[in-house]
């Protein structure tokens, strides 16, 4: 099995993209944060807990994180992202944070799109805990990806079995 990241000496070595052409690049993921029926209606009411707006901070933080995913991923390229938008839903207890991301280029934005809830997740913890002790950080998953040679992916669709 050949190994995209890893030359024929086993050294790290990042992917040469350099001859794919540049498309329009999408993924969506999500991240579902468990913060308890207290907080849980505080955010529903007010986006925020003492700290200040979770919902707000989460946000703008997911977008710095999904910019920045190239300086903390190994062998991720940084990629001229056109936009992110990151999403926060109530479920009962569960804030459920979606984030799109979109750019034109050579590779895929999912490391983008998944970095994003993951920061975006930390924040509503880091912003919560002071309120509700046991916050759990769930599922974070790609949703989607769209663009180049694998062409469009949904995790609605049943695994094909590639390695």
């Given at each position: 099995?050949?190994?995209?990241h890893?030359?024929?000496?086993?050294?790290?070595?990042?992917?040469?993209v350099?001859?794919?052409p540049?498309?329009?690049?999408t993924?969506?993921?999500?991240?579902?944060?468990?913060v308890?029926?207290?907080?849980?209606?505080q955010?529903?009411e007010?986006g925020?807990?003492?700290k200040?707006?979770?919902?707000?901070?989460?946000?703008?933080?997911?977008?710095?994180?999904?910019?920045?995913?190239?300086e903390?991923?190994?062998?991720?390229?940084?990629?001229?992202?056109?936009a992110v938008?990151?999403?926060?839903?109530?479920?009962?207890?569960?804030v459920?944070?979606?984030?799109?991301?979109?750019?034109?280029?050579?590779?895929?934005?999912?490391?983008?799109?998944?970095?994003?809830?993951?920061?975006?997740?930390?924040?509503?913890y880091?912003?919560?805990?002071?309120?509700?002790?046991?916050?759990?950080?769930?599922?974070?998953?790609?949703?989607?990806?769209?663009?180049?040679?694998?062409?469009?992916?949904?995790?609605?669709?049943?695994?094909?079995?590639?390695?």
């Amino acid at each position: 099995m050949d190994l995209s990241h890893i030359d024929d000496q086993g050294r790290a070595r990042m992917v040469d993209v350099s001859g794919k052409p540049v498309t329009e690049r999408t993924a969506t993921a999500e991240a579902l944060v468990v913060v308890g029926p207290a907080v849980a209606r505080q955010l529903a009411e007010t986006g925020g807990v003492a700290k200040g707006n979770a919902i707000e901070t989460a946000r703008i933080a997911g977008i710095m994180a999904a910019k920045r995913t190239h300086e903390l991923i190994p062998m991720c390229h940084p990629l001229p992202i056109d936009a992110v938008a990151i999403s926060a839903e109530m479920q009962g207890d569960v804030v459920t944070l979606t984030a799109s991301v979109s750019c034109h280029a050579r590779t895929g934005v999912e490391m983008e799109a998944m970095t994003a809830v993951a920061v975006a997740a930390l924040t509503v913890y880091d912003m919560c805990k002071s309120a509700q002790k046991g916050i759990r950080i769930e599922r974070i998953r790609l949703l989607s990806k769209s663009g180049g040679r694998s062409g469009r992916w949904s995790a609605d669709e049943p695994p094909t079995g590639e390695a």
